[in-house]
């Protein structure tokens, strides 16, 4: 058998071909995911405010729902999520939108306009559960686990400073409604 991982011969256009046609094509998650975090974070940038707005108006909701006392029927209850979710629901749907479209957009790039049913197919070879503890835990997961918490780590520490350098006008925009952050409490 040869060893596939040596190979000095670059893939004929023919293997090529029936790999497009398998779904076997080179992309790069990684890519993907940061096209979708910058985006997301232009979107942000420029909806962030009404889906702040929004999950203030949320929780100001609940709370006073919560002080008022919820009625215990089906309706009531349905009522009352309804109140609390379709505000939130909507000012955030445009950049869930946003990001499934960057997905979209960045996938067509790498790949182009591949459509290859087969790879919805299922596969019940992969279904075996050695060899997936075996990938799990295998050669290169260790890498895999650093560079996803370096990852989450940059993301927590650029989310933390722009929190850090904006605490004081998110303070200023909590008693801007006339009352003070701890004072909900009190009534």
Not at 101 to 111: D, E, G, H, K, M
Not at 117 to 141: N, T
């Amino acid at each position: 058998m040869a060893d596939w991982d040596n190979r000095t011969m670059p893939a004929s256009p023919r293997r090529r071909l029936e790999a497009r046609q398998r779904g076997e094509v080179a992309q790069s998650r990684l890519l993907r995911a940061a096209g979708q975090l910058l985006v997301v974070v232009v979107a942000l940038g420029w909806l962030g405010a009404g889906v702040v707005d929004a999950m203030a108006g949320m929780m100001r909701t609940g709370l006073q729902g919560a002080a008022a006392g919820i009625d215990g029927s089906g309706a009531g209850v349905v009522r009352s999520v309804g109140e609390l979710v379709s505000p939130t629901a909507m000012a955030v749907l445009p950049v869930l939108l946003v990001s499934v479209v960057v997905a979209v957009l960045v996938s067509l790039l790498q790949t182009g306009w591949l459509w290859s049913p087969g790879i919805m197919s299922p596969r019940w070879d992969r279904l075996d559960l050695s060899s997936g503890l075996s990938r799990m835990v295998g050669e290169g997961s260790g890498g895999r686990v650093l560079a996803v918490v370096g990852q989450l780590v940059i993301i927590a520490s650029l989310g933390g400073w722009y929190v850090a350098s904006r605490w004081g006008e998110l303070l200023t925009g909590a008693t801007a409604a006339g009352r003070r952050p701890r004072d909900w409490s009190s009534g």
